[in-house]
């Protein structure tokens, strides 16, 4: 239909609401095209899905797990649940996709990352926080494909590795021929963290550039070749993108 929706949770009511965006700003009001009850306790969760992708006619719904693994290191996973649509969310399945924490000081961890959706490939992209490791799922076939940043030759030699705070991701947008990875060199020590540095890759996990901003951004999106940003006092910046 040419359409652009928009998936969105209300915590109140246990609903996910479709909203048409295209017809919401022609009409200039809020058009709800599908309601799809879920709630998250009768489901067997503690807590409702971060994000939720739509594809290949179903909803992803994204979840951290809270589980400790690997000795004294913490792995988490960040699961991906498989929903058949209906009058509600039926759960069908679950893919993993680990990341893992590190210690920021005695009493702070972070488990932080960031993940970005490609509806014309149907694949979501997902940089690791604290790990140089960006993974890419195929929500057609189910597989996860991991890249490593620098010279790491596998996902477990970065998990292996003790000194894994060189590239730090604060935030991650795409389009649909690329991935941008907002990073910043060394562990932060200020929380929201921002960077100036974005590696860019395209969806097969190749990296194409390294871009530098001149201001240190919190947060990112793309349009096309325009990169917009926000710093931590929610000043608001464009930079036209030029290889």
Known sequence: KEEWGMWTYDRAKGEYKLINISRSVKENTTIVDSIIKYNNVKAGFRYAFGKVYFGHNYI???MQEYKQEDDDEI??????YK?????RLEIIGDINIYKKGVSIDENM?????YDTYNPFRGEIALAMGFLPQLNILNLEDETVKGYCY???SSFKSVLQ?????KWVSVD???????IY?????????????CGNIINVFDWEGNPIHRLRTPTRLSSISIDQDLLYGQDTDYNCYQYQIEY
């Open 60 to 62: 992803y719904g994204r």
């Open 75 to 80: 792995c988490v996973p960040v699961k991906y």
């Open 83 to 87: 929903c058949k649509i209906s009058n």
């Open 109 to 113: 961890h972070s488990l932080s990352s």
């Open 150 to 152: 620098e010279h790491y």
């Open 161 to 165: 590795n003790r000194k894994e705070d």
């Open 172 to 178: 991650i947008a795409s389009n649909e021929k690329y």
């Open 181 to 193: 990875v907002l990073t910043t060199e060394g562990c932060p020590k200020l929380f929201p963290p």
